[in-house]
């Protein structure tokens, strides 16, 4: 039986990923972590790319930020701390299509953190963020904040970036709620729906401005177990893939 060309898609999308990430979540310690993502990018809400379709513009420019309420990476704890993540996926491409082959995809850690929590956090985040999309990544120093006004919260990721963004009301009330598309890792399994009011970075020659674009906020708790066993299912089906005619 064949599978859907969408499947097909995602699989392949995320074999880089595997081959990048399997052998050093073997080889690194267990941790877990759980806290809020903060998300947003210039697409259109909500953005196409989770569901392998183009980005509303000729690209997708995005951001993921983690803010770490309990975190521990075998006996360092991460309490307290974030990471983030500013990437940038080709012209024309969906975001599971291109990956691997992204313009750029750079991570930010925390300045708050001691040396050996920046390794824990850098290692978590080459895991979890969508930092092997790329081969050009730069790994930067800088803190990492947010405020909450209201329902507006606001990120700012040192002199690299910062957004503004709010969920919006269903048209029943409450907040729209997106669970498990396609493009989803244990990280964005479920996530609440937004919008921008202000997206803007400037690091690596790049110099963003956008409003009025996607948001995303959710909870999350995600570990290394989740994560192995993720990879290792994507392995299994990429396995089956090859061998559908």
Not at 189 to 214: K, M, P
């Amino acid at each position: 039986m064949k599978s859907h060309p969408i499947v097909r898609l995602l699989l392949l999308a995320f074999a880089i990923f595997i081959a990048s990430h399997a052998s050093a979540l073997e080889k690194k310690a267990a941790w877990k972590i759980s806290g809020q993502l903060e998300e947003s990018c210039s697409c259109n809400a909500a953005c196409p790319c989770w569901f392998d379709s183009l980005p509303t513009r000729m690209h997708c420019s995005g951001d993921q930020v983690l803010f770490i309420q309990h975190g521990r990476y075998g006996n360092v704890s991460l309490d307290g701390l974030a990471i983030a993540n500013f990437s940038q996926s080709p012209d024309k491409q969906t975001m599971m299509q291109s990956f691997g082959k992204w313009d750029y995809s750079n991570l930010y850690i925390d300045e708050k953190a001691t040396p050996e929590q920046r390794r824990a956090l850098e290692q978590i985040g080459r895991t979890v963020l969508p930092v092997g999309a790329s081969t050009k990544v730069k790994v930067r120093i800088a803190p990492i904040t947010r405020t909450i006004s209201g329902g507006e919260h606001k990120i700012t990721i040192g002199r690299y970036g910062s957004f503004r963004g709010h969920l919006i009301e269903g048209g029943l009330g409450g907040t729209p709620k997106i669970s498990n598309p396609p493009g989803a890792d244990p990280l964005h399994a479920s996530y609440q729906q937004g919008r921008t009011s202000s997206l803007v970075y400037n690091d690596v020659g790049e110099h963003w401005n956008f409003s009025g674009t996607n948001y995303m906020f959710a909870d999350f708790s995600v570990n290394s177990a989740q994560y192995e066993k993720f990879l290792a299912g994507l392995s299994q089906k990429m396995a089956a893939m090859k061998k559908t005619p």
